[in-house]
């Protein structure tokens, strides 16, 4: 049986991710986040190092918050190997995380498979796809999405008010552009989307099978997992492997 104290450790690593967040996503008066007018800058090596260095922390924040996740799912895995039965507490997290995480059955299967589950999903995104892709989809920070709207994924969504509406939208489409305050909360979303939605279940497959394999979690290797992020399918994805390697992002970022 492990001791107390192991518990105590668990547990304070959940509330202190739970802080964070809580802290992160209270409500501010604080005015939305500035972008760079990445537009200006010459020559075009200069702007890319520009946008790599203004995108990169608000990666390298929401990824090591996902590892402290990871982290506490981990513990209690290990915690549940020694014991009959989960403690109260445990139980509760892996509740909370099944339902951030989109796990599907959450509520009849048993916690062990909804933990293992859990660990497909609550795992990080490399820099370089991420990188790649907020290039890809932002026009290097150009597009109107990601100026004003700190959306530089092309991400939607389908709440009344939680985007802007597309000017080439048909009158009978539902989804906006999702706007965000910060660039890190775009990034936020990105993140979550990739490792809950069922369109990336592909995604999340590769990440684990390299996981076990104990190799190295790549852009390169993640990428195709990426056929429904656009109508373009594999030339998509084809398009994103291309930007990480003349990039040199594994190298740069990894």
């Known amino acids: 049986m492990p001791s107390l104290s192991t518990k105590q450790v668990i547990l304070a690593g959940f509330v202190l991710v739970a802080v964070v967040l809580g802290v992160y996503f209270w409500p501010r008066s604080a005015p939305p986040e500035v972008v760079p007018d990445f537009a200006a800058y010459t020559p075009v090596e200069a702007k890319k190092q520009a946008f790599f260095d203004f995108v990169r922390p608000s990666l390298q924040i929401e990824n090591s918050l996902i590892l402290a996740e990871r982290e506490v799912l981990l513990g209690i895995k290990a915690s549940a190997a020694l014991e009959v039965a989960y403690a109260e507490a445990e139980i509760q997290q892996i509740r909370q995380l099944a339902e951030k995480y989109r796990v599907p059955d959450r509520d009849t299967l048993s916690l062990d498979a909804v933990v293992n589950d859990l660990l497909s999903r ?49 009158a009978e489409s539902t989804h906006q552009v999702a706007a ?74 990894e």
């Open 122 to 170: 609550v795992d990080v995104v490399p820099e370089s796809l991420a990188l790649a892709q907020a290039a890809n989809e932002s026009a290097w920070g150009t597009s109107r999405f990601a100026r004003d709207h700190r959306n530089f994924f092309g991400l939607w969504c389908f709440t009344k008010g939680c985007g802007v509406k597309p000017r080439q939208a048909s």
């Open 180 to 253: 965000f305050e910060t660039v890190r909360a775009g990034v936020a979303y990105y993140f979550l989307t990739l490792n809950s939605h069922p369109a990336y279940a592909l995604l999340r497959a590769r990440r684990q099978a390299l996981r076990v394999a104990g190799q190295a979690v790549t852009g390169d290797a993640m990428a195709e997992g990426l056929l429904r992020y656009s109508e373009r399918g594999q030339d998509y994805v084809d398009e994103i492997r291309q930007m990480i390697r003349s990039n040199g992002l594994e190298s740069r970022v």
